[in-house]
């Protein structure tokens, strides 16, 4: 397939429930020509649980180098492997302790990355030359078959452009980075809706470098202590610049009983106006972890000059949602 073509297939109905077998199944010659791509250095974008990645083969130097000028993504962001099972990620590692293959065991496949001392055949440009090497496993069946037919790990980042708002379908992908990416799987909405969770483990304790998928209280309760800040560690990790993952509209937070007063006034200038107000409920957090990129584009297509955002109680997935608004409502 020539550059800028793209299969797609139409998207099941948003849901924040994981992907169904009919969801996230594709024809084999569909990943067939996505390992192609990979293997000529081309660039496809694909589903995971967490958000769609653009995907370049981790073998190829031209490749990396391609997703770095695509994404506007600086040098030395590290990027993360995706494996298809738990044996091939640690593989990357020069040394895996015993703690990584308690998480592994328990949470792989799933969205959680962990950080450990690179393998030497892991390139420089996967780790932005550190010495260490993010690994994960996806549990969307697209994205491991995907591996598997490629025959070897998938470097990934998410599939726009550096800074912006993350994707989540493959409709978001299209639209972020047209001809620079040369197919789309369609794997359906992604079922988290937020990134994964990244795990310093050559710290100790381990320290989370960022909040997502999966809660810092299960982290917590199998690694028998509570993970501690990200200033503990001295590694780069994906997301965690102070301005990330920011519409075009600008994010403000305000407290809930400033919420009212704050919309009138924005209104009453002639501002357009959208609020994300948390709920407090687990449930209605997961739901709006898997709603929150695609409210902040709807802002954006909406021409919307203001998100209001409350920020959510910071428990379970509240954690990275809080994250991401702050995140989002920093300076530019």
Request: hydrophobic share 45%; aromatic share 2%.
């Amino acid at each position: 397939m020539r550059r800028g073509a793209q299969r797609v297939r139409p998207a099941p109905v948003s849901s924040p429930t994981p992907p169904t077998a009919s969801q996230s199944t594709l024809p084999p010659s569909d990943l067939e020509e996505a390992a192609r791509l990979l293997r000529a250095g081309e660039l496809v974008g694909f589903p995971t649980e967490t958000v769609y990645g653009l995907g370049a083969d981790a073998r190829s130097e031209a490749a990396l180098r391609r997703v770095f000028a695509v994404k506007g993504r600086p040098g030395d962001h590290p990027l993360i492997l995706h494996f298809a099972d738990a044996e091939s990620a640690l593989a990357a590692a020069s040394d895996v302790p015993p703690i990584a293959r308690t998480l592994a065991d328990a949470l792989w496949p799933g969205p959680l990355t962990l950080v450990l001392r690179r393998a030497a055949w892991v390139p420089d440009l996967v780790t932005g030359g550190q010495d260490t090497v993010g690994v994960r496993v996806p549990s969307h069946p697209v994205a491991r078959a995907l591996v598997t037919e490629l025959g070897g790990p998938i470097a990934a980042p998410s599939a726009n452009r550096f800074g912006a708002v993350s994707p989540t379908t493959a409709a978001h992908v299209r639209a972020d980075l047209g001809e620079d990416v040369a197919l789309v799987l369609d794997g359906g909405p992604a079922a988290i809706g937020l990134e994964s969770t990244i795990v310093d483990l050559t710290c100790d304790p381990p320290v989370v470098l960022r909040e997502g998928g999966v809660p810092r209280e299960q982290l917590a309760a199998l690694l028998a202590l509570a993970p501690v800040g990200a200033t503990a560690s001295v590694n780069r990790a994906p997301g965690s610049l102070p301005s990330h993952y920011a519409p075009r509209a600008k994010v403000v937070l305000v407290g809930k009983d400033a919420l009212r007063t704050e919309h009138e006034r924005l209104a009453d200038e002639g501002a357009r106006v959208v609020v994300i107000e948390a709920p407090a409920d687990d449930d209605a957090l997961s739901a709006l972890a898997h709603d929150l990129y695609a409210r902040l584009r709807a802002a954006d297509a909406a021409n919307t000059d203001v998100v209001l955002a409350v920020l959510p109680p910071e428990r379970g997935l509240g954690a990275a949602i809080a994250d991401r608004l702050r995140r989002a409502a920093a300076p530019r």
